[in-house]
């Protein structure tokens, strides 16, 4: 259901960043300049008539690409973004990069809080645990033509998303390979995602510090790593 642009950590060449189409709408879950770089020569891109941004947290790997992506849309696509913030702080501090910090012009996008997503999907917030010292951070239930999707987004904890995981839906998990305290360190998660997934619950693996050892850990459990646009 989502491809991404890149499916890596902050340390990695690509960063994470899924999307999925909807007629002539194009919805990404964050946008880090990594991914910026590889919309532009998207070969669907010109048939898009509006931009979603479905943001997570504040971290640069995550909003990075934001600004740019609006001045390229306003001056070169002439295409609206749509930016849907999980809550009313998350879009205070978007506000803040995209208006005082990059100075995009305001008639170039709209940043909607909860109450006032227009998709015609559900987008509905997790609050999650991140870091301590950004506050808040989320990811999203997605129900998308009848379909429910979870999505991690950047977390240290499962137990947020354990209620929306039955199945059949699909969940799209960080997992790392390093003990950082506010990632999913592998040893703990990957017993609870291989659960999940002899649950019905399809499991795909994003925001990689290591694919390669992650791929060998995965081999035979039914879990896939998140696909990568061609």
């Known amino acids: 259901m989502l491809t991404f642009f890149g499916r890596g950590s902050a340390f990695a060449d690509a960063h994470n960043c899924a999307y999925f189409i909807r007629g002539k709408e194009l919805v990404l879950l964050d946008c880090p300049a990594t991914a910026f770089l590889k919309l532009k020569h998207a070969s669907f891109l010109p048939e898009i008539d509006v931009i979603r941004i479905l943001v997570t ?16 849309a306003k001056y070169v696509l002439k295409k609206p973004v749509k ?8 879009a205070e501090s978007l506000e803040y990069l995209i208006d005082k910090i990059e100075h995009c012009d305001n008639s170039g996008y709209s940043i909607q809080t909860p109450q006032d997503y ?7 917030p997790i609050y999650t645990e991140h870091v301590d010292a950004l506050g808040e951070s989320y990811g999203y239930h997605l129900t ?3 379909k429910d999707i979870i999505y991690t987004g950047d977390t240290r904890s499962l137990d947020d998303f354990l209620p929306y995981l039955q199945a059949p839906a699909t969940l799209y998990s960080e997992i790392a390979t390093f003990d950082s305290g506010v990632h999913l360190y592998y040893e703990k998660a ?3 995602l291989c659960a999940l997934q002899k649950s019905g619950v399809q499991v795909y693996l994003m925001h990689l510090d290591n694919e390669e050892k992650i791929r060998q850990m995965i081999i035979g ?7 990568l646009a061609e």
């Open 144 to 146: 998308v033509e009848r």
């Open 57 to 72: 947290h504040m971290h640069c790997d995550h909003v990075g690409g934001i600004p740019l992506l609006i001045h390229y």
């Open 118 to 124: 227009d998709a015609d999907f559900l987008a509905e």
């Open 83 to 90: 930016i849907m913030a999980p809550s009313a702080g998350v």
């Open 221 to 227: 459990t039914g879990i896939l790593l998140a696909p």
């Open 190 to 192: 990957l017993p609870q």
